[in-house]
């Protein structure tokens, strides 16, 4: 995560650098102005930092006049950045929260959402095991120690060993809140303490590989295909479901979670193309290659 | 004679002077370093005690984004590890060293010793590759656990990296013990196993010692290795079975989780709080190590003089 930062900051700055030159001369030849040249400040969540990174170089490759400059920092910072009027653009990872939006009004801010990519977490099983599909129910048991067993689920007699990111991840929380809890604010459910804590999305996917024993979970795009993709139903009797881009984009897989951006009011010029180009077909093109699943 | 040795005495007099004084900040500035370390995390550790209650502190539940502080899982699991890879590094260790220097003829030595010392200058992210590619699934299938990622799997790696430590160590102090000791023994009709168990080893052992606390400390501050194949689990591990399971130690939860948390935080101090139990528990093994060598050493003064 600090490397993500790290690296936002070092091609953020860099870009803006890179930029410096070619959108002076562009600015030159088409209107004698100075102010042609467009900057636009973009900052927020960790998740979306590489997407959105992806998305300046290619929309600057493109054109002149325009500087876009990145930084991640985290969800919450990127908002708290646009409240202030430091930003043009925020990134987040969850939907802006009651009170941010009474902090920006009273701000003379008015936040304006912007859904630009989804994110699906697949659970995932080694090859081997004949478990393919789960219910929410079943995953949050599962999960928070009340299963222990695979025959428990339909599989074989095996234990389970349960696999998470550690706390510090987003991904984490989000599994919590969405799978272990069902989305249910005052539910407390913990996971169950021998749950193993992986430092990396690696770690979980190489365990998985070669145990039978095992279950995790990661973003869609990062899973290989030799691994095995469970199907989930959101409720007892419900159907099963695979996360793809189409069961994502209907909302029929359960666990996944929309990308936002947001714009103090609503977005002017420049800005305003940008987020055009960016729920284009050719700038969603590069949330699939990310592992992202695009909005349309 | 005196006119002549004059010039150079004022030389020799500011070199008295001030290279003595040099050597006395080196060493002094050791023990400088070390109670400025103690007191940073004394001032960044303490204020978890004011923070989070005792009971909760001294819990079973380490579980930060929701606040549960219980580091007790934590210290189980750093010391089941360190005793596993202790029980694998000592015996392993010391064996070693005894051959180096007893059993093996001189030019196996040479070639043992320098390719031992390479061994213990394996980065430790590489021997946790290796853990978590070869060793952790040979764990699994081999002794039909659920997983391959356990304490056992922490204490083989740190023992293998606390083994050249251990064996570099001990080997010089039984070559430091002066072969009129053997050859008395063996005079007196010993075998040579008996020399070895009865003479060498006694003879050696305040080196022999401090080899073994020098790989204990070495164990018990690995993160690396220990946070690549462990598993991170922060379960309560007092029975003798734990070293089958999952464990989460100290080290590799301040490693995982220093980055992302918020400075000044409770999580934060908690951190430090660890860091800080770390240092106790190996200041603890040091006291330990240096009393147990100090008393044999006045035994010994006292049987020779």
């Known amino acids: 995560m600090k490397f993500t930062i790290l690296l936002a900051l070092f091609l953020g700055s860099w870009l803006v650098a890179c930029a410096t030159p070619a959108g002076g001369e562009g600015g030159g030849g088409n209107a004698s102005p100075p102010e042609a040249t467009a900057y636009i400040e973009n900052k927020g969540s960790d998740t979306i930092v590489n997407l959105a990174l992806a998305w300046a170089e290619a929309y600057q490759g493109g054109r002149t006049g325009i500087r876009i400059s990145v930084t991640g920092g985290g969800s919450g910072t990127g908002i708290a950045a646009l409240i202030n009027g430091t930003v043009d653009i925020a990134n987040a990872s969850r939907q802006i929260k009651q009170e941010e939006i009474e902090q920006a009004l009273a701000n003379g801010v008015e936040p304006v959402e912007f859904v630009i990519a989804r994110d699906a977490i697949a659970v995932i099983v080694h090859p081997d095991n004949p478990v393919t599909q789960l219910t929410l129910r079943q995953l949050s048991d599962i999960y928070s120690g009340t299963i222990n067993n695979w025959s428990q689920v339909g599989g074989e007699d095996r234990p389970i060993v349960r696999l998470s990111r550690e706390t510090n991840s987003g991904t984490h929380v989000y599994f919590l809140e969405t799978v272990l809890r069902l989305g249910d604010k005052n539910d407390k459910t913990l996971f169950s303490t021998d749950t193993l804590l992986l430092p990396s999305s690696e770690g979980i996917i190489n365990e998985v590989r070669q145990n039978p024993n095992a279950i995790g979970y990661d973003g869609l795009g990062y899973v290989p295909d030799d691994l095995k993709i469970i199907a989930v139903a959101a409720i007892e009797g419900g159907d099963y479901v695979l996360p793809m881009i189409s069961t994502v984009n209907d909302k029929s897989y359960p666990v996944a979670r929309d990308l936002y951006m947001y714009t103090a009011g609503q977005p002017s010029s420049a800005v305003k193309d940008y987020l055009e180009w960016i729920l284009s077909d050719e700038a969603q093109e590069i949330v699939a290659e990310l592992g992202f699943v695009p909005i349309k | ?305």
């Open chain 2, 1 to 305: 004679m005196d006119k002549s040795h004059n010039p150079r005495k004022t030389g020799a007099g500011w070199q008295e002077i001030f290279i003595p004084r040099m050597i006395k900040a080196c060493g002094y500035s050791a023990i400088l370093f070390v109670a400025l370390i103690f007191f940073f995390l004394l001032r960044e550790g303490l204020p978890t005690l004011g923070e989070v209650e005792a009971g909760a502190l001294f819990g079973e539940r380490w579980y930060p984004i929701e606040s549960y502080f219980g580091i007790l899982p934590l210290i189980t699991g750093s010391l089941l590890v360190t005793l596993g890879a202790m029980a694998i590094a000592v015996p392993f260790g010391i064996g070693t060293a005894v051959f180096m220097a007893e059993i093996a003829p001189r030019w196996m030595r040479e070639v043992l010793k320098p390719l031992v010392e390479l061994l213990g200058g394996l980065p430790s992210v590489v021997l946790g590759f290796l853990g978590i590619l070869v060793l952790s699934p040979y764990l699994r299938v081999f002794l039909d656990l659920p997983t391959g990622l356990t304490a056992l799997a922490g204490s083989l790696l740190l023992g293998g990296i606390a083994v050249p430590t251990i064996v570099s160590i001990a080997e010089d102090a039984l070559d430091a013990v002066p072969y009129s000791y053997r050859e008395a023994a063996w005079a007196m009709g010993a075998t040579r196993w008996q020399t070895i168990w009865r003479v060498t080893l006694p003879a050696a052992r305040s080196g022999v010692l401090t080899a073994i606390m020098l790989g204990i400390g070495r164990t018990i501050g690995e993160t690396m290795a220990v946070m690549m194949v462990t598993g991170n689990a922060p379960v309560l591990a007092l029975a003798l079975t734990s070293i089958f399971h999952p464990v989460r130690t100290m080290t590799a939860t301040i490693a995982a989780e220093m980055g992302e948390v918020a400075n000044g935080s409770v999580h934060y101090h908690v951190l430090f709080f660890i860091g800080l139990a770390l240092f106790v528990i190996s200041l603890i093994v040091n006291v330990a190590a240096s009393s147990v060598v100090f008393k044999s050493k006045k035994r010994a003064e006292r049987v020779l003089s």
